[in-house]
């Protein structure tokens, strides 16, 4: 059941040195040979990654399951560069050791990949570019039970204030949209007082890519509200992974997050439109990572 779809716009591709792309925990063979593979993608800064972060890939499971024909063969954490820089945004080796160690000791089947963080700035279209290659192209996708051949869907996995901003004028370059949209679709975890109808109705276009999924037990953590947490000498405790919360403490993190005001997502570094730097789950008030 191959699917047409549109072509990759990034052909080539510059990895950091000692790059690797994490694959031990994608699945090479469809359970069921009438589902259509994906990969879900969560970028943002992580700074720190919190319960929230990992748990909107199990509430994408769940709807995955309960509402799709997709099967999910992996699920991908991807921070942020350091060159996005504002306030909060930790050292791209804290972050990544900090996903690695949620992910690992927390879940069965979430990776990191460390491609985004350690080079220059990219634009969401070019990471979700990047995992198409490496999925589809080096590892070869995925076969089914029968032997048959099949192309990996990628798409992006976010919280709802994603689809505000992209709804916004001037955030967002209309290619770029097109290329997430239209090419890989995405996954949205609704929020509470979140105008989810305005937002989507501007992006009619690629309705049939977006997908919305409720957040049933509502979850207020944010990185942002950690880190003033850790500023004051308060607990996060429960708040993040304990291994997490341990690194944190051990390295003395997030003492100081440094003067002026929390930059706003959406935005373009340096007013270019097109990236999104995705607090994965976090609301417009409060979704810096």
């Given at each position: 059941?191959?699917?047409?779809?549109?072509?990759?716009?990034?052909?080539?591709?510059?990895?950091?040195?000692?790059?690797?792309?994490?694959?031990?925990?994608?699945?090479?063979?469809?359970?069921?040979?009438?589902?259509?593979?994906?990969?879900?993608?969560?970028?943002?800064?992580?700074?720190?990654?919190?319960?929230?972060?990992?748990?909107?890939?199990?509430?994408?499971?769940?709807?995955?399951?309960?509402?799709?024909?997709?099967?999910?063969?992996?699920?991908?954490?991807?921070?942020?560069?350091?060159?996005?820089?504002?306030?909060?945004?930790?050292?791209?080796?804290?972050?990544?050791?900090?996903?690695?160690?949620?992910?690992?000791?927390?879940?069965?089947?979430?990776?990191?990949?460390?491609?985004?963080?350690?080079?220059?700035?990219?634009?969401?279209?070019?990471?979700?570019?990047?995992?198409?290659?490496?999925?589809?192209?080096?590892?070869?996708?995925?076969?089914?039970?029968?032997?048959?051949?099949?192309?990996?869907?990628?798409?992006?996995?976010?919280?709802?204030?994603?689809?505000?901003?992209?709804?916004?004028?001037?955030?967002?370059?209309?290619?770029?949209?097109?290329?997430?949209?239209?090419?890989?679709?995405?996954?949205i975890i609704e929020r509470a007082g979140s105008g989810m109808d305005q937002a989507t109705?501007?992006?009619?276009?690629?309705?049939?890519?977006?997908?919305?999924i409720p957040q049933l037990i509502q979850n207020d953590v944010s990185s942002t509200k950690?880190?003033l947490f850790l500023r004051r000498g308060l607990s996060v405790r429960y708040l993040l992974?304990?291994?997490?919360?341990?690194?944190?403490?051990?390295?003395?993190?997030?003492?100081?997050?440094?003067?002026?005001?929390?930059?706003?997502?959406?935005?373009?570094?340096?007013?270019?439109?097109?990236?999104?730097?995705?607090?994965?789950?976090?609301?417009?008030?409060?979704?810096?990572?």
């Amino acid at each position: 059941m191959a699917t047409q779809t549109p072509a990759r716009r990034t052909s080539t591709f510059n990895n950091p040195p000692d790059y690797s792309f994490a694959s031990h925990r994608f699945h090479k063979t469809l359970r069921n040979s009438s589902k259509q593979p994906i990969v879900l993608v969560a970028c943002g800064s992580f700074s720190p990654v919190t319960y929230l972060h990992l748990r909107m890939f199990e509430m994408a499971k769940d709807y995955v399951r309960q509402n799709t024909d997709f099967e999910i063969v992996g699920g991908y954490l991807s921070p942020v560069s350091d060159k996005y820089k504002k306030p909060g945004l930790l050292n791209a080796h804290h972050r990544v050791h900090m996903c690695s160690l949620a992910a690992e000791q927390t879940s069965s089947w979430l990776m990191i990949d460390s491609w985004e963080a350690f080079q220059n700035y990219q634009r969401t279209a070019v990471v979700l570019d990047h995992f198409d290659y490496e999925i589809n192209t080096v590892l070869g996708g995925v076969h089914t039970q029968e032997g048959e051949h099949r192309n990996v869907r990628i798409m992006l996995l976010a919280g709802s204030d994603l689809i505000s901003t992209m709804s916004e004028p001037g955030v967002w370059s209309h290619t770029d949209l097109d290329h997430i949209l239209g090419r890989y679709g995405t996954f949205i975890i609704e929020r509470a007082g979140s105008g989810m109808d305005q937002a989507t109705d501007s992006l009619a276009r690629w309705r049939n890519n977006i997908y919305l999924i409720p957040q049933l037990i509502q979850n207020d953590v944010s990185s942002t509200k950690v880190r003033l947490f850790l500023r004051r000498g308060l607990s996060v405790r429960y708040l993040l992974p304990a291994a997490v919360v341990d690194y944190i403490e051990e390295n003395n993190l997030y003492l100081d997050d440094g003067p002026g005001p929390e930059k706003e997502k959406g935005k373009e570094k340096d007013g270019a439109a097109g990236k999104r730097d995705v607090d994965a789950g976090s609301s417009k008030k409060s979704m810096q990572s």
